[in-house]
């Protein structure tokens, strides 16, 4: 099974400060098709996962520019620009490359 | 727009059986890989299982936490997915969500809890 490491574990933040999380893939995310199936899902709290990214670095229908993603193989990390208030919760890399495996999550706070 | 709608969680006891069922709409049903993927309270995201779309198959996979206790089905007549749950354990309570995904493009449902408690 592919293992997704994510860090930090936790990730005060200042408003308006940029944020960087961490994806590591215990083997490479490149599908047979060519395609990395590595996405980036938000969970507010008390709310379930919503889609950010998906294909490494394609931003999902609503999502704002300030949140990117990038990586290849097996490292990937997620940005966030300038932090705001809403962007408070857990973030979770997420493979489909083979089965379907989540990373455990990073909790960005404001300091 | 995509909508994923679960029902049939609740409280049951060890040992008992629950059958949950997502309701979709807003897309090619049929097209669509679905899964179901479960959330203990305040702990990560954990896959449950699998069922493929006709093209390959509806060939089902499972997580080995749930094989043999679990069985994942669909019908696409009735754009549904449902989770058979049987020799239900404590450690199964969670948050269930069905996933619809494409393409590497993945929709949540809201999610229905179960709670496995005598």
């Known amino acids: 099974d592919i293992v997704l490491t994510q860090t930090p574990l936790s990730s005060p933040v200042t408003l308006g400060q940029p944020a960087s999380i961490s994806c590591r893939s215990s083997?490479?995310?490149?599908?047979?098709?060519?395609?990395?199936?590595l996405s980036w899902l938000q969970q507010r709290p008390g709310q379930p996962p919503r889609l950010l990214i998906y294909?490494?670095?394609n931003r999902f229908s609503g999502v704002p520019d300030r949140f990117s993603g990038s990586g290849a193989g097996t490292d990937f990390t997620l940005k966030i620009s300038r932090v705001e208030a809403e962007d408070v919760g857990v973030y979770y890399c997420m493979q489909v490359t083979q089965s379907l495996t989540f990373g455990g999550g990073t909790k960005v706070e404001i300091k | 727009e995509v909508q994923l709608v679960e029902s049939g969680g609740g409280l049951v006891q060890p040992g008992g059986s629950l059958r949950l069922s997502c309701a979709a709409s807003?897309?090619?049903?049929?097209?669509?890989?679905m899964d179901w993927v479960r959330q203990a309270p305040g702990k990560g995201l954990e896959w449950v299982g699998r069922?493929?779309?006709?093209?390959?198959?509806?060939?089902?996979e499972y997580a080995a936490s749930v094989k043999g206790r679990f069985t994942i089905s669909r019908d696409d007549s009735e754009n549904s997915l449902y989770l058979q749950m049987s020799s239900l354990k404590t450690e199964d309570t969670a948050v269930y969500y069905c996933?619809?995904?494409?393409?590497?493009?993945?929709?949540w449902g809201q999610g229905t809890l179960v709670t496995v408690s005598s």
């Open positions: 069922t493929k779309n006709k093209a390959n198959r509806y060939t089902t």
């Open positions: 083997q490479t995310l490149v599908a047979s098709d060519g395609v990395t199936y």
């Open positions: 807003g897309f090619t049903f049929s097209d669509h890989y």
């Open positions: 294909k490494i670095s």
């Open positions: 996933v619809s995904w494409l393409s590497g493009v993945a929709y």
